[in-house]
């Protein structure tokens, strides 16, 4: 997780200086699998019940959901696509951060983020 974040972060400053289209399409998707981490792992809702409390079990769930996201590859034409994508994945998981672990509405978020993570990733 360390060193998707330090590459994260490297790339950002390089996007920084040469411009979205300044760097290959793979950076964006890596630096956007960064993103996926601090969003869904680091950051918690504090005014929310269910994200202020995680269980050690809650978290060691998302952790794998979001490691297994980041060490698949994907397959964009574009950085705009990687984006919007990533932002797509993003949605969800705090969806799921929102959700009663393993409830209903946590399993539906699940599935369509199984779905999701469908169409893009590379096999």
């Not at 060691?60 to 297994?68: F, I, S």
């Not at 959700?99 to 699940?110: P, V």
Request: negative net charge.
């Amino acid at each position: 997780m360390k060193t998707y974040l330090l590459r994260s972060k490297e790339i950002q400053e390089q996007i920084n200086i040469l411009g979205d289209d300044g760097v290959p399409v793979d950076y964006h998707e890596n630096f956007w699998k960064g993103e996926v981490i601090d969003f869904v792992i680091l950051q918690q809702d504090a005014f929310d019940k269910i994200d202020a409390v995680c269980p050690l079990e809650r978290q060691e769930y998302m952790l794998d959901l979001v490691m297994d996201i980041c060490k698949h590859n994907y397959d964009f034409d574009t950085f705009i696509e990687v984006g919007e994508y990533f932002k797509r994945v993003i949605n969800l998981c705090k969806q799921m951060n929102y959700s009663e672990f393993h409830s209903e509405q946590f399993e539906d978020y699940r599935k369509k983020l199984n779905e999701l993570l469908a169409e893009k990733q590379v096999a």
